[in-house]
């Protein structure tokens, strides 16, 4: 499985956009960019994924770099809610019911 | 949709006993993952079932871990006998690998498993 590098902690200020990078330099064709988050005491939620154009839903944004060895995460207005820990997965597109590898992910803190 | 759910949500047992974890996928999912999590090791997949079968079982730490999955909507994961560094927590997830978009997985909120 192809591996991700992400910082292991980050701060932001509450209603500040965050930006979450994660390098993937070693992604593959068929290899979607997969985020989940992790609140305390919880399993972990999906956030958004994309393969290779940039995506948007309610939670978050995705920019995915042209070359794809890299993308960011993007909160728009951080939310004490939204402190987590950030997990970047690569998944195979063609393995839909394959496994999600969890790395160490970004320790993500938001202070009022 | 209740989503994946999971028991018991916390247990605490003594070294040597049993101790059998049980989950339910959504309902329609055909793929179930059993993950344990500790501080040391961050979120460690232990097993996988497509369809009812385990398909990568290389994570299950060693013979005392046994993970079952009789039918669509049920699985079990078995620790016997237990040990003190088998406590984590232990998640359940699911996902169906019928879709060709990149599949959500859904997790349950987990098993807190303490073994004194």
């Known amino acids: 499985d192809a591996k991700t590098t992400q910082p292991n902690s980050m701060e932001s200020n509450e209603e500040e956009p965050v930006h979450l990078p994660c390098n993937h330099s070693?992604?593959?064709?068929?290899?979607?960019i997969h985020w989940y988050r992790q609140l305390p005491s919880q399993g972990p939620e999906y956030v958004i994924h994309?393969?290779?154009s940039n995506v948007n839903n309610r939670m978050a944004s995705l920019a995915i770099a042209e070359d794809r060895k890299s993308s960011t995460l993007i909160l728009h207005r951080a939310t004490l809610r939204d402190a987590a820990v950030y997990y970047c997965?690569?998944?195979?597109?063609?393995?839909?019911?394959?496994?999600?590898?969890f790395g160490q992910g970004t320790e993500l803190s938001v202070k009022p | 949709d209740a989503g994946v759910i999971q028991s018991p949500r916390h247990e605490v047992t003594e070294m040597g006993q049993e101790v059998t974890l049980r989950c339910k996928p959504i309902?329609?999912?055909?793929?179930l993952f059993w993950y344990r999590q500790t501080m040391m090791r961050g979120l460690e997949l232990l097993i996988y079932?497509?369809?009812?079968?385990?398909?990568?079982d290389s994570g299950m730490p060693e013979d005392r871990f046994s993970a079952k999955m009789p039918n669509a909507s049920f699985s079990t994961l078995k620790i016997q006998p237990s040990e003190p560094r088998d406590s984590a927590v232990y998640f359940c997830?699911?996902?169906?690998?019928?879709?060709?978009?990149?599949?959500?997985?859904?997790f349950g909120e987990g098993s807190w498993l303490t073994v004194v």
């Open positions: 997830a699911s996902t169906s690998s019928t879709s060709s978009s990149g599949n959500t997985i859904y």
């Open positions: 070693t992604i593959s064709g068929t290899d979607y």
């Open positions: 994309g393969l290779t």
């Open positions: 997965i690569l998944r195979d597109r063609y393995n839909q019911g394959g496994k999600l590898i």
């Open positions: 309902s329609g999912h055909n793929s």
């Open positions: 079932f497509n369809n009812n079968v385990p398909i990568d």
